[in-house]
């Protein structure tokens, strides 16, 4: 059973760059959901979604951050024109329904701003 | 904003040790999880409690949820370097999906 995927690992971005994170949910899940964990910070939420919808984007910055779940494909994530703020490690989980449901973490990509 | 506050925050000790750790709140949680993580990994699940008072068993982990449903408690008897890892909790309120994470407690256990 493939888990979560992420993709890439780890990211070098200099500023002004575009940044974008890609997660595979788990076979059957069709819930995604966007974390990014700072240094010394717990995880915060960002964004919710389903295929094509997005649910939730309470925790996403209103500024240069976009998420979609295309009906075919994986989650992307975009930052545009990076900033040395954005440095974090981005985590995806899934969940094979909404609410109440486990989520499933992948194992996240660390995006370095330079 | 609901808080979870983890302690301690960071931990070294001995394989064979015992230790606990703490998540406390103000606030209410209807369930609450409790994760490790690994450098470089994502979280992965332990467990979920959901009654207040609850204890639940885990090999050499045993987890406590407040009577009150405001902290718990991690306990692991007879620490192995294999149990080195980031311990975060995270509440979750009724009716919300989205989990409330603590800062975590990073534990390092030495052979």
């Known amino acids: 059973n493939a888990g979560v995927m992420q993709n890439p690992r780890h990211l070098v971005r200099r500023r002004g760059q575009e940044a974008r994170l890609r997660c595979s949910p788990m076979k059957g899940h069709s819930h995604v959901y966007w974390y990014r964990q700072l240094p010394e910070e717990g995880l915060k939420f960002m964004v919710y979604l389903q295929k094509e919808n997005i649910i939730d984007e309470s925790g996403m910055p209103k500024e240069r951050f976009s998420a979609e779940f295309p009906k075919e494909g994986p989650s992307i994530l975009r930052i545009q024109q990076v900033v040395r703020g954005d440095s974090a490690a981005y985590f995806c989980?899934?969940?094979?329904?909404?609410?109440?449901?486990?989520?499933?973490f992948g194992p996240g990509t660390r995006l370095l701003v330079l | 904003t609901q808080l979870l506050e983890q302690s301690p925050q960071f931990l070294s000790i001995q394989e064979g040790e015992n230790l606990t750790v703490y998540c406390n709140s103000s606030s209410v949680f209807s369930s609450l999880q409790w994760y490790r993580q690994e450098p470089g990994e994502g979280p992965v699940l332990l467990v979920t409690v959901v009654t207040g008072g609850e204890v639940k068993k885990l090999k050499r982990l045993t987890f406590q949820f407040g009577d009150a449903r405001k902290d718990s408690s991690l306990h692991i008897t007879a620490a192995q370097p294999g149990d080195t890892g980031l311990y975060l909790c995270a509440g979750l309120s009724g009716g919300s999906y989205i989990p409330t994470f603590g800062r975590g407690t990073s534990l390092i256990v030495h052979p």
């Open positions: 989980a899934s969940s094979p329904q909404g609410i109440g449901e486990t989520q499933y």
